[in-house]
């Protein structure tokens, strides 16, 4: 069975930094490539991050040179490393596989605001 949980979600000022981390469980993690994704209040679930089982990355625009996605394949864990973070990156950030499956993780809340 699929799960994911993901953690490292705070209440930071613009131009802070913080690292999300997802724990993904079953064969997923083994045989995927993963993703971040993100939804604002209001706005559909939008695609941060992917990356392939051998480290090949892509970002959407927005965050292209700020966030960096990298994963642990023996420890079946995928971060987010997140800088010089915006207003407009607040939202609860989900992990899944970069073709995302049915189950989803509660998600981790960034607020980002002075």
């Known amino acids: 069975q699929v799960r994911f949980v993901e953690s490292g979600g705070d209440l930071v000022q613009p131009g802070g930094s913080l690292r999300l981390s997802c724990v993904a469980s079953?064969?997923?993690?083994?045989?995927?490539?993963m993703a971040w994704y993100r939804q604002a209040p209001g706005k559909q679930r939008e695609l941060v991050a992917g990356?392939?089982?051998?480290?090949?990355?892509n970002y959407a625009d927005s965050v292209k040179g700020r966030f960096t996605i990298s994963r642990d394949n023996a420890k079946n864990t995928l971060y987010l490393q997140m800088n010089s973070l915006k207003p407009e990156d607040t939202a609860v950030y989900c992990c899944n596989g970069l073709v995302a499956l049915p189950t989803w993780g509660q998600g981790t809340q960034v607020t980002v605001t002075s």
């Open positions: 990356i392939t089982r051998s480290g090949l990355t």
């Open positions: 079953g064969l997923i993690f083994d045989i995927s490539a």
